[in-house]
C-alpha cells in the first residue's frame, strides 16, 4: 500500500537574497500548513515569490536563517533523495538524446529504485502518449513534451509534487484540455500537490484551495476554499461559482478576471 500523503508545515519561511549591491527581499516570513492529499495553487503578481517558495519547498533554495519546511516530518532533502517528492517546471526539460520512454525512466533511476518498463508504457499512454514512447523531444510538439514531463513525475509516485507554470509553455487550447486530462493522474488520497500559476481560471479548476500573494516581498493575502465538487470538467468554467471565484481573487490580484459564468 502506497504510503499516506504527507502534510507540508512551514514556519517563518522567508527569502532576502543578498548577491547584489542591496538585500532584495522576495519573500516576507511566513507560515504555511498543507493538508495532505490536498491541491493548493499559489497565484500572484510576477516577482512575488511564488516560484521562489515553491524551491524552497523542494529543497532547491534555503529559506532566511530561522525559516523550516517539513514534509510529514521530514526535510526537503531526505523526502527528494527517496524519489518521494517530484517538481515539473515550466520548460519540460526533457533530455534531446533520451526517448520520451527514456525521460521518464529516468526519473526511477535517480530515485535509486528498479526501472519498471511496463509502468512507464503505462504513464505514458495515460497523457495520451502511446505510441511516442521512442519519439526524441524534437519529435514531439510542445504540449507532448510537457506530458512527457509530467509522466516523468509520476513514475516515482511521489508523495509531494510541486508543478511550476506546467502548462505555460503550450498554447491555449492544449493548456485547457491539459487542465482537464491530467490533474486526475496526481489528485488523490498519496499525493499532496502545490501548484504555482499566472492563471487565475487554471487555479480555481485544478485547486482545492487558492493562495493569493502580494506584490514583492511577497505574502499570503488571501485563503480561498473552491467549494466546486470535483471531478472538474469544462463546463465548470461557465459556473456562477466558478465565475465568481476566479472575479474574487482578480479584485485581490488588481485584474479584470471575469469569466461571466451562469448556473
Do not use: Y
Not at 504555482?196 to 511577497?218: C, I, K, N, W, Y
Amino acid at each position: 500500500m502506497p504510503a499516506p500523503a504527507p502534510a507540508v508545515e512551514l514556519r517563518g519561511v522567508g527569502k532576502t537574497f543578498r548577491t547584489g549591491a542591496e538585500p532584495l527581499t522576495v519573500l516576507e516570513p511566513l507560515d504555511l500548513t498543507l493538508a495532505p492529499g490536498s491541491v493548493t495553487a499559489l497565484v500572484g503578481p510576477s516577482g512575488c515569490g511564488k516560484s521562489t517558495l515553491l524551491r524552497i519547498v523542494a529543497g532547491l533554495e534555503e529559506p532566511d536563517e530561522g525559516g523550516v519546511v517539513g514534509i510529514g516530518g521530514d526535510d526537503p532533502l531526505t523526502v527528494r533523495r527517496r524519489g518521494e517528492l517530484a517538481i515539473a517546471f515550466q520548460d519540460p526539460s526533457l533530455l534531446p538524446w533520451r526517448t520520451a520512454a527514456s525521460n521518464v525512466a529516468l526519473a526511477s533511476k535517480l530515485a535509486g529504485r528498479p526501472v519498471d518498463v511496463t509502468r512507464v508504457r503505462e504513464l505514458l499512454a495515460m497523457v495520451g502518449l502511446a505510441g511516442f514512447e521512442d519519439a526524441r523531444p524534437a519529435e514531439l510538439s510542445g504540449g507532448m513534451r510537457q506530458r512527457a514531463a509530467i509522466a516523468r513525475c509520476l513514475i516515482t509516485e511521489p508523495r509531494l509534487l510541486l508543478l511550476d507554470e506546467p502548462f505555460g509553455a503550450v498554447d491555449e487550447l492544449t493548456r485547457r484540455r491539459l487542465n482537464i486530462e491530467l490533474p486526475p493522474l496526481w489528485s488523490g488520497a498519496t499525493t499532496t500537490t502545490l501548484l504555482v500559476t499566472h492563471s487565475v481560471p487554471e487555479a480555481v479548476l485544478l485547486a482545492d484551495r487558492v493562495l493569493v500573494m502580494s506584490p514583492r516581498p511577497g505574502s499570503i493575502v488571501a485563503d480561498l476554499d473552491v467549494d466546486i465538487p470535483r471531478p472538474r470538467r469544462m463546463e465548470h468554467l461557465h459556473t456562477r461559482r466558478f465565475g465568481a471565484l476566479v472575479d474574487e481573487i482578480g479584485v485581490l490580484l488588481g485584474v479584470d478576471q471575469f469569466i461571466g459564468g451562469q448556473d
